[in-house]
């Protein structure tokens, strides 16, 4: 089955900086990575998704990044404020036609620090 | 708009215990999914149905059982807990295909 690994587990940065989380995925076959946001005590929100025939995909402040080659995907938030303060999970996806069988990595802490 | 609502948000079992959890989406979404959450572990897929009428496992069924009662609802069902099964568990629903999973906010679940 599938395998996702997420780096790093925990990042501080400072606000206005770039923040950066990366991460692998081992079956050819996915085609779908989506990117959730969870906030203390709230179940994951979709931030944002790309899919295997886009490369790079922006969202204002997020933009996320495929490379199929190397079976990598990166989320880049830009000059981060105190709210994006959260876990972060990325996620990967085989097409199956009928439901996405999600499979999620470890998480991200990110804090935003004044 | 509700979207994904989830029943208890918190409970506390004793082993061997038995209990149902409950969700239901007004998305009119066909697909419905069960995850687990553990510290460290990201959420791992329990069950899922694709539509109403079938229902499949995912990476963790074991000691699950769950039912597709209609489109809107998938219910839960741990016929008898143990410790192990202490964890926060999400329902969460999308439209067929590859699509954007909507998570609802959780149950709790504590199993002594």
């Known amino acids: 089955g599938e395998n996702v690994e997420q780096h790093p587990s925990t990042l501080s940065v400072q606000e206005g900086d770039s923040a950066v989380i990366k991460c692998t995925y081992s079956?050819?076959?996915?085609?779908?990575f989506p990117w959730y946001k969870q906030e203390l005590g709230k179940g994951p929100q979709l931030i944002i998704d790309?899919?295997?025939?886009?490369g790079e995909k922006k969202d204002q402040r997020i933009a996320v990044t495929l490379n199929k080659t190397a079976k990598h995907f990166s989320l880049h938030i830009t000059e981060t404020q105190p709210e994006d303060s959260a876990v972060y999970f990325c996620a990967a996806s085989p097409y199956t036609g009928t439901a996405s069988k999600l499979t999620f990595g470890t998480g991200t802490r990110l804090q935003v620090t004044l | 708009n509700a979207g994904v609502t989830q029943t208890p948000k918190f409970q506390v079992l004793k082993t061997g215990q038995s209990m149902t959890l409950q969700c239901a989406q007004d998305m009119n979404h066909n697909s419905m999914y069960w995850y687990r959450q553990d510290p460290g572990m990201g959420l791992r897929l329990i069950y899922y149905s694709a539509s109403e009428g079938t229902t499949d496992k995912g990476e963790v069924p074991n000691g699950y059982n769950v039912s597709r009662l209609n489109k809107r609802e998938f219910s839960l069902r741990l016929e008898s807990a143990a410790p192990s099964q202490t964890s926060v568990y999400f329902c969460a629903s999308a439209p067929p295909g590859n699509q954007p999973q909507h998570f609802g906010d959780g149950t709790r679940l504590s199993i002594l």
């Open positions: 079956d050819s076959a996915s085609n779908y």
């Open positions: 790309i899919r295997s025939n886009v």
